[in-house]
């Protein structure tokens, strides 16, 4: 105060409001196969003029279903995992619940998941005989990270002939056989159907088939050779039976007096 005026004193309210944020969100890998783990991660950051790393608890949601809350670390980022069992997309959401320095916010964006891209084992002999069984063992393999095994069908053929059909077991094996195979060398088509969460795919397996194995029985008409009395030899050919019956030409050698052959 002075002689002329009084003493006195103001006061004014000033408040300080919390700094508003902007949340980044992110997923990987995107896209991501069926049955892989997908990291969602969030990163907090305060608005300019704000400043101040914020802190608190960010809640990750996946088609509006709690994934779990996760706490800021030192650099305001936060993460949540989940696996991806369902093929197409899926919005996810990280809600910052807000700090007394730090107001909470949201963020909100599309993942997507695709079918796996399975690839096809197959196992078995390079050749077989005409007529007998060969048996390949086949084994469809998910990408690497997926935890879902593939079901489903697979088949074997020869261009557009099917030779055999069987349904993959719990760890995406099945044995496919065939006798159906002519004789020659064969690009054997494995295919296998796909399903809900992976895709269709093929391979090519080459194999050769030889001729069949064969048995030949002599017998003569009569038990007693008689000399100067003509004697029929008969020869029998047989071989697997679904090789089909022998046809061709026997040749008789060593035997006496052989006048004549069919």
């Known amino acids: 105060g002075s002689a002329e ?3 006195g004193d103001s006061t004014r309210a ?3 409001d919390a700094t508003a944020t902007t949340i980044w969100l992110g997923t990987t890998p995107n896209p991501a196969s069926i049955g892989q783990t997908v990291t969602v991660t969030a990163n907090v950051a305060a608005v ?3 400043a101040g790393t914020p802190q608190g608890t960010v809640g990750f949601y996946r088609a ?9 670390n030192g650099s305001g980022m936060a993460s949540a ?3 991806a069992s ?3 997309d899926v919005e996810l959401r990280a809600v910052y619940e807000g700090s007394p320095a730090h107001r909470s916010g949201e963020a909100t964006r599309t993942h997507a998941t695709k079918a796996g891209l399975a690839t096809i084992e197959v196992d078995g002999p390079a050749s077989s005989s005409l007529g007998t069984d060969a048996t390949f063992t086949v084994r469809v393999i998910t990408p ?5 095994v593939p079901s489903g069908g697979v088949g074997l053929w020869r261009g557009s002939q099917p030779l055999a059909f069987a349904t993959l077991d719990i760890t995406g094996r099945a044995t496919l056989t065939t006798d159906l195979l002519p004789v020659g060398v064969h690009d054997l088509t494995v295919v296998y159907a796909g399903d809900g969460s992976h895709e269709s795919i093929s391979t090519i397996y080459a194999h050769t088939v030889t ?3 064969s048995v030949v029985t002599v017998t003569a008409a009569t038990a007693t050779i008689v000399a100067g009395v003509a004697t029929t030899y008969t020869a029998t050919v047989t071989g697997p039976a679904s090789a089909g019956a022998a046809t061709g030409t026997v040749t008789f050698s060593g035997l006496p007096a052989v006048a004549d052959q069919t």
């Open 48 to 50: 300019a003029p704000g």
């Open 64 to 72: 509006g279903a709690l994934l779990e809350r996760s706490t800021l």
């Open 81 to 83: 995992s989940f696996s």
């Open 5 to 7: 005026v009084a003493a």
């Open 144 to 148: 690497d990270g997926s935890l879902l």
């Open 14 to 16: 000033h408040q300080v």
């Open 86 to 88: 369902v093929v197409g």
């Open 211 to 213: 001729p069949a194995a």
